[in-house]
């Protein structure tokens, strides 16, 4: 199915799902991303967009690629002096002679450099130079068309809480929310802030019940970590967060959630089925042997006829459909 799970205990775990958490970018949404518009002050489109990508060169962020993607020209390195990730922020490079900052609000209010504040939907990247404000650049996700899916096929296996956390801005996140048809949406994140939702709702949940997290950022890893079971995107998931996780979706399919979740059932059916059978018989032949009714072929298959048996009902899981 594509799906690695890291540990027997996780596989029962999943079984018990109660709330699962996405987090947007990569893990709901493609992580594709289009520079959808430009808005320069005091200086051309093209060189906003220019001073952007190089800032972002170093970055493996689906965003920073595709403010480079729309670039479309070679950076000249020897330019980059310094580049440096402020998390949760965005990014400071110094171009040249140029002390470049690039990101969202709260680097703009963190640094006290007035802004125009963009209503557009999308991610919005603000950028100043020499904390000059000089324009922003509008970046659109798209919904994975799975997506759709596994948030019907959760609703259907009766998952109480489906939850999306997000840094984005509270217009994108809501607007996506009502898209998916999520119960609750939590924007404007740092990381920190994602672990601390998380550590809230973990303590909210029923104690029976399992949190699951979803993720696919190197800002992830920490949330997955504590999560009662984190999963990552395999294919396009920062190396930290497949470390951190206990489950890893090979193929970046949100509807395999599913596929885990009723794995996971229909495991501790036939793990339920086999333990009830092996005693049941067990108890009968040591019933029948204490009135001397039991030969020595009752006691072989109350042993090896047993083991046979609940494994060959074990191999029904084999047959377990996909979500």
């Known amino acids: 199915m594509g799906i690695l799970i890291k540990g027997s205990n996780y596989l029962e775990q999943l079984s018990n799902t109660q709330i699962v958490v996405f987090d947007k970018t990569g893990t709901l949404t493609q992580g594709v991303f289009e520079v959808q518009k430009i808005k320069a002050i005091d200086i051309s489109e093209e060189e906003l967009l220019k001073i952007t990508a190089y800032s972002e060169n170093y970055s493996n962020h689906p965003i920073s690629l595709s403010v480079k993607k729309a670039y479309n020209k070679e950076i000249d390195e020897k330019q980059i002096i310094e580049t440096k990730e402020l998390s949760g922020l965005g990014i400071s490079a110094k171009i040249g002679e140029q002390d470049v900052l690039v990101g969202n609000e709260k680097l703009m209010n963190e640094k006290q450099i007035q802004f125009e504040k963009s209503n557009d939907i999308g991610t919005v990247l603000y950028v100043a130079i020499g904390r000059k404000y000089v324009g922003y650049i509008v970046i659109a996700d798209k919904i994975k068309d799975d997506s759709i899916k596994a948030i019907q096929d959760l609703r259907k296996n009766n998952i109480k809480q489906i939850i999306m956390l997000t840094g984005d801005r509270k217009n994108v996140g809501e607007i ?15 990381p920190d802030g994602k672990v601390k939702k998380v ?125």
Not at 176 to 190: P, R
Not at 214 to 243: C, Q
Request: aromatic share 4%; hydrophobic share 50%; glycine share 8%.
């Open 199 to 323: 550590e809230s709702l973990l303590k909210e949940k029923n104690p029976k019940g399992k949190l699951v997290f979803v993720g696919d950022g190197i800002n992830d890893a920490p949330v997955l970590a504590i999560s009662d079971i984190g999963i990552a995107m395999g294919g396009l998931g920062a190396d930290s967060a497949i470390e951190a996780a206990d489950v890893v979706l090979m193929t970046d399919e949100p509807s395999k959630i599913v596929s885990a979740i009723n794995l996971s059932k229909k495991t501790m059916r036939i793990v339920k089925q086999n333990i009830i059978f092996a005693i049941f018989i067990k108890v009968l032949v040591l019933i029948l042997s204490a009135f001397g009714l039991s030969t020595m072929w009752e006691a072989v298959f109350a042993d090896v006829g047993v083991s046979c048996i609940a494994i060959i009902n074990a191999l029904r899981v084999l047959r377990t459909k996909e979500a």
């Open 176 to 190: 996506i929310g009502k898209e998916l048809g999520l119960d609750k949406v939590y924007t404007e994140l740092l």
